[in-house]
């Protein structure tokens, strides 16, 4: 049950850091996404699904190293 709710409100954060992306408001977005994505990331992890682990982990990477990146120039 928990687990449902988690995958939902995984979805619904990431379409928000979509949403925010789409109409320009940054950080936010790059907060959104990271979040949602680094859900996603526990769930494939939980779900041991190779496949979404590795894209998720993959995504997160590129969001805190740009995050790195971006706020220390």
Same mark, same amino acid.
């Given at each position: %049950?928990?687990?449902?709710?988690?995958? *939902? /409100? +995984?979805?619904?954060?990431? &379409? !928000? $850091?979509? +949403?925010?992306? +789409?109409?320009? !408001?940054?950080?936010?977005?790059?907060?959104?996404?990271? /979040?949602? =994505?680094? %859900? *996603?990331?526990? /769930? $494939?992890?939980? *779900?041991?699904?190779?496949? /979404? &682990?590795? !894209?998720?982990?993959?995504?997160?990477?590129?969001? !805190? +190293? $740009?995050?790195?990146? =971006?706020?220390?120039?």
């Amino acid at each position: %049950m928990y687990e449902k709710i988690f995958e *939902w /409100l +995984a979805t619904i954060i990431l &379409i !928000i $850091g979509v +949403a925010f992306t +789409a109409v320009n !408001i940054y950080p936010l977005n790059v907060y959104f996404s990271l /979040l949602g =994505n680094l %859900m *996603w990331l526990i /769930l $494939g992890v939980l *779900w041991k699904k190779n496949s /979404l &682990i590795v !894209i998720q982990l993959v995504i997160v990477t590129i969001y !805190i +190293a $740009g995050s790195i990146y =971006n706020f220390t120039i």
